[in-house]
């Protein structure tokens, strides 16, 4: 191929070799003609990106986790076997239901109906008095065990009271001495009728016996008659004299029988008083006795056990045998804030936390809203911070965490969820200024 000629700015000409002639020939790749329009465009994607990308400015601080209604551990207060198993695990239960029983020498079933029992004397006690309850049979319970002892003790109590009350000593005794105050008191209303009557007689005599008295100072009548009439007033004096003695022993009677009504009736209120608390005392140690060997639910909710649980299976005294979560319970994050950053916290602001328990990578994280900030701070310099969990226990990967008392972890408050492009112009304007 020949060689070509090229004119130069001085008119002169040149000759270019192959070579040359290829390499001013070459059309360019597209990539290299379109390189700075490529450039562009993936430098606006970045930008737009960058408006819908946001960065949130975070304060993190340590957090612990607290609940209103805790989940209740039931431990086993003595050490021994299981001896029945009345729930399975993540069972409903009610208040005061039994879960298990635990090794003893009673029988629980007459445990429990001697528990009805005392519980259903005591209303009646209340209601009807004590004669109510010792009026019925004392049950017979033989399997009663450690409560062997007790139970008898009071059955001695209840057989003294109702000999008292049931038989009819007390009500015959009182009716009794009832009848002879009303005697009494007739017999005192009579002799005061026969004392006025004596007293109006005697003031006649008296009356008699100065006229009489006056006519023997003028030697009408003779001494000797005189002396008659006052022997009558002396005998009315002393008709007087014992009807006043007979009054006032008739007092004294019915001050004696009155004694013996207040007696009597204190002796019946020491007898209540000493059934009651017998009673009370039984229900003491058979309430203590179902707390030692039975295994009951606090308050309602779901039963979750501790561990796999057998019967037959040993406890030690202490240990804890099932979970309880209550049916209402309410969860919220405590957080104690530094002072740095601290300015930037507003109620409404979201919280990310991390329980130390859980790892986020395998549970994820829980969620919650900033509803308390404090206003003064503790001992530590640090202000306590409360969150509301807006989705409970639930993580962000749709896993339920069990609550434990004390359960810690690391929270992160979103106190400005910026977006990228604001966080870049934002250090931008920071260096200009500078």
Known sequence: MPDQTSTLRNGETEMLTEEGQDLLGYRPNWMIRKGNVILLLVLLMLLLLSWFIRYPDVVKTSARLVATNPPKQITARVSGSLTELLVNNGDQVKKGQYLGYLHSTASYSEIIQLSDWISSAIIRGDTSGVENIVDQQLPVFQNLGELQVAYQEFQNRFEICRQFFSNGYFPQKKQALEKELQYLNSIRETTRQRRDLESEQREMRNNEFKVYEKLAGDNVIAPLELNQYKSRLLGSDQTLSQLNAQITANDISL????????????????????????????????????????????????????????????????????????????????????????????????????????????????????????????????????????????????????????????????????????????????????
């Not at 007696?263 to 000493?274: A, F, G, R, Y």
């Not at 140690?285 to 056990?305: D, H, K, M, Q």
């Not at 549970?363 to 900030?373: A, D, I, P």
């Open 255 to 434: 001050h004696n029988k009155r004694s013996e009504i207040l007696d009597l009736n204190k002796q019946v209120l020491d007898l209540q008083q000493q059934f009651r608390s017998a009673l009370l005392q039984l229900k003491s140690a058979t309430e203590a006795w179902i707390n030692t060997y039975t295994l009951s639910a606090p308050e309602s909710g779901t039963v979750l056990f501790a561990t796999t649980i057998t019967v037959n299976q040993v406890f030690t005294s202490g240990q804890t045998v099932f979970f309880l979560q209550p049916d209402t319970s309410a969860y919220y994050i405590e957080m104690m804030a530094g002072q740095n950053g601290f300015g930037k916290l507003k109620k409404g602001q979201g919280v990310i936390i991390k329980v130390n328990g859980f790892p986020s990578t395998e549970y994820g994280f829980l969620r919650g809203e900033v509803n308390f900030l404090s206003d003064l701070p503790s001992a530590s310099d640090s202000f306590l911070v409360k969150a509301a969990l807006t989705n409970g226990l639930v993580t962000s990967y749709d896993k339920s965490i069990f609550f434990k008392n004390n359960l810690s972890g690391e929270a992160e408050i979103i106190t400005n969820n910026r977006r990228l492009t604001e966080r870049f112009f934002s250090v931008l304007r920071g260096s200009v200024r500078k």
